[in-house]
């Protein structure tokens, strides 16, 4: 491993040919066809099954290759600097993918819920077709959409379980900063207590926010299905709880490697692109916070 | 003849005929051009196409004749030498960032003015509501309690079902033609009032300068104003994708002066010929007071 | 250890070429995976070509003669769809798979594995899409910009088109994550990024679009699946929401992606003009700056598609005007492009005429773009065929054809051997008086009032649907000969020099021809860098 800098910079790494992409290509196959007959009712959800088996078989194997290759020092500097740009573009574009969701949120709130209650130039919406509609936030439209009988629906206010998964979330940002510096400092037992605390404060975040769906499904009246508040609230706060588990999950794997004794003080890619992907979960749910729950 | 001569003869016809083209959409070859229309919005519109074009013409003058001249002035095959030292000029570039912003400025004026007034609604004096469906028009007048369905003529229906072995040269107005075309006074300011039932239609008649979609959940306004004296049959179609038959949902207005309208309103109000409404119509009811109501306030 | 790493090590296996099927299948040389893009290119252009002669076969006469009118809206919608995201885009990333790395002197792309990946995702993505046509309810058939709520009366095809459309951005996004990190990372030491070759930059910056915009389309379309299954309603005013935003969010994707097809372009013809008029590029930083600007600005007009949905005035008014400025910045390179032609020394070998016939028509298209732009021309114009003829001529002799001049262009110096430049020329000729003649029309129809996605018509616009009808199979059958032409000199075609164009840059003509299997195994030193620059 120490040699991996000893390779110059004026030497290039061409990785030999690899099954790995093609069986990720064709698990992704797998796994969208499965999703597409179990939605048709084509049939049960089994292909998706499969999918996801072979999904999981991607990530450990082709993450195998990489970590061994990692290990056996083949990766120069260059590579290294290539990772983390890609992991950074990789970041880019799903902040870019929140972002049209986030978009959807601000048009609703801010231009098409206005306007279906006749606002502005849209007056006729109102005059015409939604004469009883007042244009309010939260709202679950015209049609008062919904599970209950009355089209009724609560929200979760935000200083209840929202402040304290945000407070959670910026903890696990502060946890991992710690143990970054612990690893860049050699200071392994550090390393791993916070990275350690790291995940397990994501796994805490996304068990609470499963509370709290579950509550709101069975209690407040508030699904998916509740009107483009309940849309946008399930879409937004779903999506991130995804991301938040993949982060934790990945969170394990480092640490698992940082308990084998990976990573080196100066190189240590695989540890900083979950710390990013981290630290990027987390402003998004700032975001989520401000503008979903809060104002 | 040379290879290289060919090749820039060739290169030149090419680019000759590239730029005569645009001049063929030129009105007076026939269907060629946008036709000019019965209102005073379609007649700006109008103007303001032509302007663009004829603007796009003399910048494709320029631009066609300045590539055609380097392309025939600057052969190899007539021992043309390069000069490797005409890298870049900032005089140059500066002059021609700033000229086309000038252009585009000059177009925009005229372009904004138009837009201006289509979007001033005040001062309409007849409502009309009209609701795109999977395939047909309804109108509706509002505050007359006048409403009806407007679909493709029965003969062009049965002409364009497909191995229909009809020939659609032998039908008259094949598929621009409805049961009951929409009636409307000349020299009127008429507010059309959109909206649909089911997915996106859009209501475009031509010679009125307008189209505007009909969306399910939104009211969309446009107004036209026939000019005196061009009363007749107008011809539109759906021009919004909504589906397997969104080819055969022509629009037909028919612009009459302003007694015969009275008269035929009356009419429908008696119920006389035009078939009844269609009783899915809509919840909205028309309330008496609609047609006086205000201008919607520019946003 | 330090065996193993250099065993990898490209220069340690000179032209250590994988054989049989793995070479394709587990590729990591992005030689062999542009060539895959590119033929898997060529596929979608005739399979999309094919469903655009089932258009115009049905619009030959007025009148149903062939399909269903349902069967028609999934034609187009399918021709949309297989060109754009299974012909154009592949194609470009395919030429940037090849010229890139050799452009900035890498061997490969940087990220080899991750390059394969990208590219076998498309196979698979196209066979869900394709898959469509056969399933209940046929293929989608609500227009390749699947608003709802129509998008939503699909059946069964439904979920197949929107994970087929999941694969093909999650494709993109990788590749372009490749192209990005090749060119700021793996550029020969010694070269800037003002010395690459425009081609580079033109791709930096769509690189940089498309990582931004299709996350936005895959947004969009995960909102129709879960208006679709799941009950939820962003696109239903019943539930508050609009299907006016879909557009907004579809567009905030769809305008920079047609630039995403045409910087690309602009890059090819900046490299073949100069060549074959034997002088620099004229403006070479003026034209880096006008493709950032055009792509800066194709982040704020999208709305310009949507000029009919009824905005508020002030929002009609901005994107008519942000739309217009678009002319600036391009304006700009085509006047370059003229200046870089002026004072040289011209000789019209293929993919220079393909490049001459790129700058005039694409500028026409240009020209009908502006006018598209004017919003109340646009409430005529809007979904009539004038804004089919508008984007098909900065798409076929714009897009295609600079494709067809990149081919021609660096072949030589792929496969070692010439293409027969008399077919070529041929083939020039056909397809370009074919196109004319299968788009021109088309302004005319739109102007007098037929619109778009319609398989009938009615009898006053028999005779130009006809002569477009015409058109078309004039210049689809003109590219059996570019397959032809191609396959010939693979095949059989004469040797050619290490720098078969006479005043070509570049470090890829320092290259030997045929270009070695690891294009730069060691960097090429900075003499050798302003050799190709200067030459
Ligand atoms: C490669 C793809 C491509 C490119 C490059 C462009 C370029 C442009 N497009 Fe186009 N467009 C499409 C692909 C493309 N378009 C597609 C696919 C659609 C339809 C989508 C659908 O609905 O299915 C569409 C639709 C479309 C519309 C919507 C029409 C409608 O549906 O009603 C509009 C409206 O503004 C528009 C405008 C423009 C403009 C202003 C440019 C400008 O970029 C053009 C700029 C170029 C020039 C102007 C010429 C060169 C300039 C000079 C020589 C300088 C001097 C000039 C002046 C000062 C004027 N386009
Ligand atoms: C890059 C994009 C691209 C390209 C290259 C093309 C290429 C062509 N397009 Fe395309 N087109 C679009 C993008 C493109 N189009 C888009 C975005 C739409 C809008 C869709 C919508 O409304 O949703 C559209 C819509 C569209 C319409 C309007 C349909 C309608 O509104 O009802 C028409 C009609 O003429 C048309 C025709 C053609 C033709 C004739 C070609 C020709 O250039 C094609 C030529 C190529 C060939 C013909 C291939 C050669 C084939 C053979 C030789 C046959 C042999 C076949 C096999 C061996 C399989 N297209
Ligand atoms: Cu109604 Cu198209
Ligand atoms: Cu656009």
Known sequence: MANATEHAADKYYVPHESPWPIYGSLTLFVFMIGLC??????????????????????????????????????????????????????????????????GALFYARTLSVPWIGGEGVKIFNKLLLFQDFNATWPTNGPAALGPRDDGSFETIPAFGLPAINTAILLLSG???????????????????????????????????????????????????????????????????????????????????????????????????????????????????????YWV | MTRHARTALSATAFAILGSLAPLAAHAEWGNLNMPVGVTVLSKEIHALHMTMFWWCVAIGVFVFGWMIWSLVAFRKSQGAKPDTTMTHSTKAEIVWTVIPVVILVIMAIPAARTLIAIEDTRNTEISIKVTGYQWKWHYDYLGEDVKFFSSLARASDEARQLGSGVNPESVENYLRDVDNPLVVPEDTKVRVLLTAQDVIHAWWVPAFGMKKDAIPGNVNELWFKVEKGKTGL?????????????????????????????????????????????????????????????????? | MANTATHDHAHDHHDHKPHGLKRWLYATNHKDIGTMYLVFACVMFFLGGAMALVIRAELFQPGLQFVDPGFYNSMTTMHALLMIFGAVMPAWTGLANWMVPMQVGAPDMALPRLNNFSFWLLPFAFTLLLLTLFVPGG????????????????????????????????????????????????????????????????????????IAVMPVLAGAVTMLLTDYFFGTSFFAASGGGDPVMFQHIFWFFGHPEVYILILPAFGVVSEIIPTFSRKPLFGYESMVYATASIAFLSFIVWAHHMFT???????????????????????????????????????????????????FLFTLGGFSGLMLAIVPA???????????????????????????????????????????????????????????????????????????????????????????????????????????????????????????????????????????????????????ISHGAMH
Request: net charge neutral.
């Open chain 1, 37 to 102: 007959g179990w939605l048709n009712q084509w049939y049960g959800p089994w292909v998706f099954a499969i999918g996801v088996i072979m999904l999981i078989g991607l990530f450990v194997g082709w993450f195998a290759v990489v970590i061994n290759e990692h290990q056996h020092g083949m990766y120069n500097m260059q590579v290294d600097k290539s990772f983390r740009m890609g992991m950074l573009w990789f970041i880019f574009s799903e902040v870019m993918f929140f972002a049209a969701f986030f």
């Open chain 1, 174 to 292: 502060v946890t991992i900063t710690i143990a970054h510096h612990a690893l860049k400092e050699g200071n392994r037992k550090i390393l791993n207590i916070f990275l350690a605390a790291t995940f397990l404060l994501g796994f805490l975040f996304v068990g609470l926010q499963a509370y709290e769906y579950v509550h709101a499904y069975t209690e407040l009246g508030l699904t998916l299905a509740t009107g483009i508040y309940g849309s946008t609230f399930f879409m937004l706060t779903g999506f991130h709880g995804v991301h938040v588990t993949l982060g934790a999950i990945m969170l394990l794997v480092i640490w698992f490697r940082t308990m084998k004794g990976h990573f080196t003080p100066q190189r240590h890619f695989g540890f900083e692109a979950v710390a990013w992907y981290w630290h990027f979960v987390d402003v998004v749910w700032l975001g989520l916070f401000v503008f979903v």
């Open chain 2, 234 to 299: 107008y011809r539109g179609q759906c021009a919004e994708l909504c589906g397997r038959d969104h080819g055969f949902m022509p629009i037909v207005v028919k612009v009459v002066t302003k007694d015969e309208y009275r008269t035929w309103l009356a009419g429908q109000k008696a119920g006389e010929s035009t078939p009844a409404d269609a009783s899915s119509e809509p919840a909205a009811d028309s309330s008496p007071t609609i047609a006086a109501l205000p201008a919607a306030p520019q946003g």
């Open chain 3, 139 to 210: 293929a989608p058939a609500g227009g390749w910009t699947l608003y709802p709520p129509l998008s939503l009366q699909a059946g069964d095809s439904f979920p197949l088109t929107i994970f087929a459309i999941h694969l093909m951005g999650i494709s993109s996004i990788l590749g372009a994550i490749n192209v990005v990190v090749t060119i700021l990372n793996m550029r020969a030491p010694g070269m800037g990024l003002l010395n690459m070759p425009l081609f580079c930059w033109t791709w930096l910056i769509t690189a940089y679009l498309l």
């Open chain 3, 309 to 359: 949905v009824g905005m508020p005035l002030a929002g009609q008014l901005f994107f008519m005007l942000s739309t217009m400025l678009i002319a600036v910045p391009t304006g700009v390179k085509v006047f370059n492009w003229c200046a870089t032609m002026w004072k040289g020394s011209i000789s019209f070998e293929t993919p220079m005429l393909f490049a001459i016939a790129f700058l």
């Open chain 3, 378 to 528: 646009d409430f005529q114009y809007h979904d009539s065929y004038f804004v089919v003829a508008h984007f098909h001529y900065v798409l076929v002799p714009g897009a295609v054809f600079a494709i067809m001049a990149g081919v021609y262009y660096w072949l030589p110096k792929w496969t070692g051997r010439m293409y027969n430049e008399k077919i070529g020329k041929l083939h020039f000729w056909l397809s370009t008086i074919g196109v004319n003649v299968l788009f021109f029309p088309q302004h005319f129809l739109g102007l007098a009032g037929m619109p778009r996605r319609i398989p009938d018509y009615s009898t006053q616009f028999a005779d130009w649907n006809m002569v477009s009808s015409l058109g078309a199979s004039l210049f689809g059958f003109s590219q059996l000969l570019f397959v032809y032409v191609i396959w010939s000199a693979v095949r059989s075609g004469e040797k050619a020099a290490d720098r078969p164009w006479e005043g070509a840059h570049g470090l890829e003509w320092e290259l030997p021809t045929p270009a070695p299997y690891h294009s730069w195994e060691t960097p090429p030193t900075r003499s050798v």
